[in-house]
């Protein structure tokens, strides 16, 4: 299985994305994806995540203006990004589980200028 990220990229302060994360090496959806995200000097974090009932969750500094969303026909999940802020910039990282084994795609980098 292997995760593979896109979407990333320059964006000014109010600014859009759309990052998308698609699964190879299965057929079958990955029972929880998330976003996770590692600015310089900083810890890798939460951003938000889906469960397989897609119930989603977000971390409190981006509620409201990330969303989370599964595309069935690519299994795939988006992150869709509006509102952005210097704040956001960072390399961003898609993960999911399947079968009790988590997995991680090679991160995209979301630079937010002001």
């Known amino acids: 299985v292997q995760l593979q990220a896109s979407g990333g990229g320059l964006v000014q302060t109010g600014g859009s994305l759309r990052l998308s994360c698609a699964v190879s090496?299965?057929?079958?959806?990955?029972?929880?994806w998330g976003w996770y995200r590692q600015a310089p000097g900083m810890q890798r974090e939460l951003v938000g995540h889906?469960?397989?009932?897609?119930?989603?969750t977000y971390e409190d500094s981006v509620k409201g203006r990330l969303t989370i969303s599964y595309d069935r026909a690519k299994n795939a999940v988006r992150l869709e990004m509006n509102s952005l802020k210097p704040e956001d910039t960072a390399v961003y990282y898609c993960?999911?589980?399947?079968?009790?084994?988590?997995?991680w795609g090679q991160g995209t980098q979301v630079t937010v200028s002001s």
């Open positions: 993960t999911g589980i399947r079968l009790g084994k988590r997995y």
């Open positions: 090496g299965t057929v079958f959806r990955l029972d929880d």
């Open positions: 889906i469960s397989s009932s897609g119930t989603t």
